[in-house]
């Protein structure tokens, strides 16, 4: 491998890594890049962003802060199973991102002095948190990347285009197949690089946009790629309880929103010492519980105290959003319910983007180096894409020396069922058996209808389905096979955490 020089990469996705992916390989002049994805530039998880990115960077005057404080936060969230190496590249690399966005043109959110306006956000330890337009960041990022993207001459952007399945030779990549215009095409590279996001619509409730079906994850393990940590699955606490299930941010916790049940009794009290601001996966499970045991479908966001004035200052998006359904968060608590979220797990990489198939790549959401552990700490996602983008782009330039070895679990896929699947069965049956509660009971349950579920077909929508319907049982499993209850991964029969199974799990396609 270390003589590979690829010239053509072709990066499959639009969100943040990428098209930060796409533009540091640029940086270098030695590669040209096809970018392709299969909506439009701005359909990914990344332009909904809300909260912000997690950064500490050189800043005059600021407050002490460190790479390494940062660091002790994102493994203290991660649960004892974060990737140590992975959490100290993330936190030490940010800065020269944060400060290549700002070249790039994203107008990050300004103090009074002039200075960056850094937030604080729940399980951070130190106000680090960049944000655009309050709570707009995602899309405050992504339009000048898309921008940038457009006018590099040597970027082909296609558009509306399905990364169907990747090409391979002699075990390495080549290639990819794509769908467009309803037709299925080959394209040739020298590497191919997964930026494919995550994978909300396995559930039923989720906060994702509809393009995030887990095509990446799927097309890699049929390529034979190692994934990992797929047990662990972020729920969000406060999805509005609404179609389309459009996330309250955090920060709205953050400012003394609180969470109240349907007679008005304020319950997070009840479950934890730091009631609305425990972390995350503390909170999910607490309405999840709250929820089961009042026989209740939605619990309420309080905001009302925080006033008209400063909601609408604070959150210009969540303001107009909330008005758009019909409610007026100053004079009335919102229905919320937890949401699927964040996959920590994915395609597992190196520090270099490196997938265990050579020529294949994979960064941002749809890859698992293992900076999340089993929980994601708030705002360290957006941060993820820049910083590996950035080095996945560098080792493909540059050519890493020896493809690396990935150890791994076999993990079998019973051969396709009889019954038709349909897809918004497919996340109920995921919504109840192996969400934010989890047993063996009911993973057995859901192991058992999708087995007897087939997939297929040759248009985009078939080939979905058939993703969520794989990523679905590889989900169900990797959680069948964890017995312990770890971050986002909550066992009702086995409660405590197991410190004999902290070893980190990743999985390979069964010969
Ligand atoms: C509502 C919401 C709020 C969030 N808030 C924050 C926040 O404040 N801070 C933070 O750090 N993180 C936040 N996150 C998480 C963060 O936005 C994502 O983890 C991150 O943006 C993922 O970036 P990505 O580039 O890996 O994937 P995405 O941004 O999801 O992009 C994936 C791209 O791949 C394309 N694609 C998928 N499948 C195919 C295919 N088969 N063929 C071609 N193209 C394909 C998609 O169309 C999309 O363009 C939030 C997420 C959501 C949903």
Redesign the pocket.
Known sequence: MSSRRPRHILV????????YTALELRRTRAAEVTL????D?R????????????AVFPQEDRVADSPASHGADTLAAGAGHCDAAAVRVLCEEAGEHVERLLQLGTCFDRAADGGLALGREAAHSAERIL?VNGDA??AGI?DPLIAAVLTDPGITVLEH????DLVTRDGTVTGAV?IRSGGSTELAADAVVL????A?QLFEQN???S???A??LV?AWRAGAVVKDLEFFQF?PTALDVPGH??I?EAVRGDGAVLRDQSGHRFMTDYHLAAELAPRDVVSRSITLHLKKRGEQCVYLDATALGGGFLAGRFPTLDGLTRAHGFDWAREPLPVVPAA??WMGGIHTDLWGRTSVPGLYA?????CTGVHGANRL????????LVF?ARSAAAIVADHGPWPEFGSTALRIAAGGREPAERHRIQQLMSEHAAVIRDSAGLEVAAKQLTQWRAGGDTVEE??TA?VLLASHLLVQAAAARDESRGAHYRADFPGADAAVVALHSYRMAQ
């Open positions: 499959a996705g639009s969100g943040i890594a990428g098209l392709i994805t299969k909506g530039l359909q990914s998880n990344t332009w909904f962003a809300q909260g912000g990115i997690a944000h960041t995602g992504a285009t399905f990364l169907a794509v930026a494919t996001g995550g909300g906060t994702n946009p393009v995030a079906t095509d990446g097309v969000h459009p996330l941010s979220h964040y960064v941002g959401e749809a890859a708030a705002s360290n996602s957006l941060l993820e894409g983008g080939r979905e993703n």
